[in-house]
C-alpha cells in the first residue's frame, strides 16, 4: 500500500502493528545458508539441548530480516531508509514461534546535512505469539519536508 507522508505528517507516539509469522524450521536452515552462520546453536539441536536454552535459537539476523520485513507493507515515496540503530535481541525465537513487528514513531528531528528532509526515528519492536519483545530497534528515515527546514 502507498501512504503519502511528509515529514511534517508524521506524529509522534502513532503506531501500527503487523500480521503475524510464524517462524520454521526451513526459514533457519536457509538463512544458515544464505548468511553462512551454521554456529551449533543455530543447526544442532543435540548440542542445544545441553545449553540453557534448550533447543535451537532462530538466527538473529533472520530475525532481523523477517521482523523488518514485515513492515514493508506500507510504501511512502518521500521517504527512504538512513539506517538502523540500537538493534538488540532481548529473547530468543525457536522454531514454531510467529512474530509481528509494532511500528511507533517515536522521534522527528531536523536532519543536519538536508534541509529539505527531515529524520523520523521508527521504534521496531518485533514480538513473539506470548508479547515478549523479541528484537528492538530504531529505523530511522529520511523524509521529505513540505517546506525547507529554515
Not at 539441536?45 to 506500507?74: D, K, N, S, Y
Not at 511512502?76 to 525465537?93: D, Q
Not at 538536508?114 to 519483545?133: A, D, F, K, S
Request: aromatic share 10%; charged share 25%.
Amino acid at each position: 500500500m502507498q501512504h503519502e507522508q511528509y515529514f511534517e505528517d508524521y506524529e509522534t507516539g502513532a503506531s501500527r502493528e503487523t500480521f503475524g509469522r510464524t517462524i520454521t524450521e526451513a526459514d533457519i536452515v536457509f538463512h544458515a545458508g544464505h548468511s553462512g552462520d551454521f554456529f551449533p546453536h543455530h543447526m544442532d539441536a543435540e548440542w542445544c539441548a545441553t545449553q540453557p536454552f534448550g533447543r535451537r535459537v532462530a538466527h538473529g539476523t533472520m530475525t532481523f530480516a523477517i521482523g523488518i520485513g514485515l513492515t514493508a507493507t506500507v510504501i511512502n515515496p518521500r521517504a527512504f531508509t538512513y539506517g538502523y540503530e540500537r538493534l538488540r535481541f532481548p529473547a530468543p525465537v525457536h522454531a514454531g514461534d510467529t512474530i509481528r513487528t509494532r511500528v511507533t514513531i517515536g522521534e522527528k528531528r531536523d536532519d543536519p546535512k538536508r534541509p529539505g528532509h527531515g529524520q523520523v526515528v521508527e521504534i521496531c519492536e518485533t514480538l513473539n505469539q506470548e508479547g515478549r519483545t523479541v528484537m528492538y530497534c530504531e529505523h530511522i528515515l529520511l523524509v521529505e519536508r513540505k517546506e525547507p527546514a529554515a
